[in-house]
């Protein structure tokens, strides 16, 4: 397992960014893309810098943004959050993410659109709101990654990258 850590202060200034961009409590879910990018055996996660699953291992990914593809979305934050570019080769599955708060209310919800991704080129560098970033061995990923969810997907994209001979 080789992973670089992001520098600097996670304070406030970005929580407050966040909820001006109804990220907690939204008005409907937020459509969002994440890859299960290969490198040979090796797979990219990311350790979230922010919640939801702040601290937790992951795969990066990000809200789609308008005017942009889901492909074009998984490309573009898999190079925000890691610094690595990449090639999507194809769909895994569609994730829904919502965590509720104590009173029982959406204080997140994602439609995380999930993508399979190779690698071009770059080496991971923590960055954007990624904590640390780095290449996992199958096994190590499947370790250190807790949400299950995540777990089947990338267990999901290694069955599918097979049948592809990739």
């Given amino acids: 397992m080789h992973f670089a850590l992001l520098g600097g202060e996670q304070g406030a200034s970005r929580d407050v960014a966040m909820n001006t961009k109804n990220r907690t409590y939204p008005e409907r879910p937020i459509v969002a893309v ?11 996660l990311v350790s979230r810098g922010q919640e939801p699953r702040m601290g937790e291992w992951g795969l990066p990914g990000g809200a789609q943004e ?10 573009r934050e898999v190079m925000e ?8 080769i194809g769909l ?25 991704a190779e690698w071009i080129s770059g080496e991971p560098t923590a960055a954007d709101d990624a904590a640390a970033a780095g290449w996992f061995s199958m096994e190590e990923a499947l370790k250190a990654v ?6 089947e997907i990338i267990e999901k994209a290694a069955l599918l990258r097979r049948s592809l001979n990739r």
Wanted: charged share 35%.
């Fill in 34 to 44: 994440a890859a299960v990018v290969f490198k040979g055996g090796d797979v990219l």
């Fill in 66 to 75: 308008l005017d942009e593809t889901v492909f074009e979305g998984a490309r």
């Fill in 81 to 88: 959050e890691t610094g690595v570019d990449i090639e999507v």
């Fill in 92 to 116: 895994v599955d569609i994730v829904d993410s919502i965590r509720r708060d104590a009173d029982g209310r959406p204080e997140y919800h994602y439609t995380i659109i999930e993508t399979m």
């Fill in 146 to 151: 807790r949400w299950s969810k995540t777990v």
